[in-house]
């Protein structure tokens, strides 16, 4: 039972859900005390144990039943159960082995002597052998692993064996009429045998499909323009955010620590094994521990770019691990500090409460110009020479004064200056845009408007 309930984590880890070892094993733990047969009752404890969001479960469910419910079913019936013979058995099919052919093959025996339950068995097994996994790969179809799976269970030799079978009782002068009962025995079970491999490569085409188009969602998410999103898109997405910002945070966790070890020092290195002749069991390296960025989020939250701000902070709150250091503002008509809300309360409740304009006193009416004049008065020491400055925003200023010196003082004293704009480039500069007059002040500027190109701007100018 452990094969397949690991490779059913396995999967459930493909579709974005997180199953911990310890998950595993608590599950492992329950079912030793369930009676398993009761399928509800093994469903639910397995949900109890690996699912921790309510949001998960719809996926859970499907992916259970495909996994768990959908395989061969050839001992599942009480009068199937191996070593109890088939209530149709013609007589000679249940005679002693040594009185028929010593050279039958396993699946042909398990068919004569109607243990179905070895030959279900024997199915899961040779099932394990051909790595069925490998449909997920998309040139590898059913129809190939079904043919391998026919080849496998020898079905050829089955049909061959039975007509031998049939020839040597018809030789032996039987009754034609127990050699036809006998011949249809055969035939309707080498049919359900091979309809039970028909049903079990569906099952894992299923799976496998289930799969795909769960990676299809998530790439055409990560695809699509978030510059306007109603709540229920933004509901629908927010799953692809966080699993995009885990596996980016996952990647940059490794870098992190490749780059921990340290380059090689070859002049220390010779240095220290002079004394060798040549060999050099002493190898040094020049530990240098990277600096881990300080991000310093400034986000728009008026009613053009307030969606696509909530997922830059729960991108980027979702990466908090491997950044030293995250502060936060919204602004609109005027500016305010929400870090404390992501120390206060759940991470999804206070990206709602920030975009939401928690704290602000003029929430309406854009205003980049006193909103960045309001941080440099306020907030200007927050930004050091190791601080990487974020602005999401659409740099539509109402026609108001854009105040560019403040956004120049803060350039001064950042590490970097990086302006996200989720418009098309060609729209900026037109009606009251000021994006042209704030983009010298930056070192990056760029079109920002989807989940990919979120993730593409972090990985690279975040971490070294």
């Known amino acids: 039972m452990e094969a397949p309930i690991l490779d059913f984590a396995g999967r459930l880890r493909k579709t974005g859900i997180k199953v911990s070892t310890a998950e595993l094993m608590d599950a492992f733990e329950t079912l030793a005390h369930l009676n398993l047969e009761d399928k509800s009752v093994f469903k639910a404890a397995f949900r109890a144990t690996l699912i921790k969001r309510a949001r998960d479960i719809p996926v859970f469910d499907e992916l259970f039943d495909l996994h768990f419910f959908g395989g061969p079913r050839l001992g599942s019936a009480p009068e199937e159960r191996e070593d109890q013979p088939q209530k149709e058995l013609p007589v000679h099919a249940s005679e002693p082995h040594e009185t028929r052919r010593s050279d039958l093959s396993p699946v042909t025996e398990m068919i004569m002597s109607g243990r179905f339950g070895a030959l279900t068995r024997l199915m899961l097994d040779r099932s394990q052998d051909l790595a069925l996994k490998r449909m997920e790969i998309p040139p590898i179809s059913g129809s190939f692993f079904l043919g391998r799976f026919k080849r496998v269970m020898e079905l050829d030799r089955v049909r061959l064996e039975t007509e031998q079978i049939l020839a040597e009782m018809q030789d032996r002068g039987l009754d034609p009429a127990e050699i036809q009962a006998m011949r249809e025995y055969m035939d309707r079970n080498i049919d359900r045998l091979e309809r039970e491999i028909e049903n079990l490569i569906q099952n894992e085409v299923d799976k496998s499909r289930f799969l795909s188009l769960r990676r299809l969602m998530d790439e055409d998410l990560t695809d699509r323009d978030l510059f306007r999103l109603s709540e229920e898109d933004f509901l629908a997405m927010r799953p692809a955010v966080e699993r995009l910002a885990r596996r980016l945070k996952e990647r940059l966790s490794l870098r992190l620590r490749w780059a921990d070890t340290g380059r090689f020092d070859i002049k220390t290195t010779l240095r220290k094994n002079i004394g060798y002749g040549g060999p050099l069991p002493d190898l040094r390296f020049r530990n240098k521990r990277p600096a881990r960025p300080q991000v310093l989020a400034l986000c728009d939250v008026s009613r053009s770019v307030r969606d696509f701000s909530r997922f830059m902070l729960l991108f980027l709150y979702t990466l908090k691990e491997v950044i030293a250091r995250i502060r936060s503002f919204i602004f609109v008509g005027d500016l305010t500090e929400v870090t404390l809300l992501f120390q206060q309360h759940d991470l999804n409740e206070a990206v709602s409460l920030a975009a939401a ?96 190109q979120l993730s593409t701007i972090v990985e690279e100018n975040l971490i070294p």
């Open 357 to 452: 304009g928690h704290g602000l006193t003029y929430p309406f009416g854009t205003d980049y110009g006193a909103s960045l004049s309001q941080f440099t008065d306020q907030h200007l020491s927050a930004i050091n020479s190791k601080t990487t400055v974020i602005i999401l925003g659409d740099a539509r200023n109402n026609n108001l004064h854009p105040r560019t010196e403040a956004l120049e003082a803060m350039a001064d004293r950042a590490k970097k200056m990086i302006w996200l704009n989720p418009e098309p480039r060609s729209y900026w500069g037109l009606g009251d845009s000021v994006m042209h007059l704030y983009k010298p002040y930056c070192t990056k500027v760029t079109e920002c408007s989807t989940l990919k």
